[in-house]
């Protein structure tokens, strides 16, 4: 069971990703974010979920002082 105060509102998911708030909206159904629709108009997704979703998507390159190697 997820408790209230595990669950993160759309504008607060925006703000973590930098994106509007109209595009969070668009996002999450796009992109397949889990989330929680408690009305017609109102979503929460739950933060460890959102986590995880975000980790599973970020992408790891080399460190920037890393030579590259010549041929």
Known sequence: M???EELITVPEMAARL???RVRAYT???EAGIPH???SSR???IP???FEDWLAD?????ERADTEIASH
């Not at 998507?57 to 390159?61: K, S």
Request: charged share 40%; proline share 0%; net charge positive.
């Open 18 to 20: 930098r994106i509007s």
């Open 42 to 44: 109102r979503i929460r």
């Open 36 to 38: 929680v629709r408690l």
């Open 2 to 4: 997820v408790l209230a």
């Open 47 to 49: 933060r460890e979920q």
């Open 27 to 29: 996002f999450i159904e």
């Open 57 to 61: 998507r970020t992408v790891r390159g």
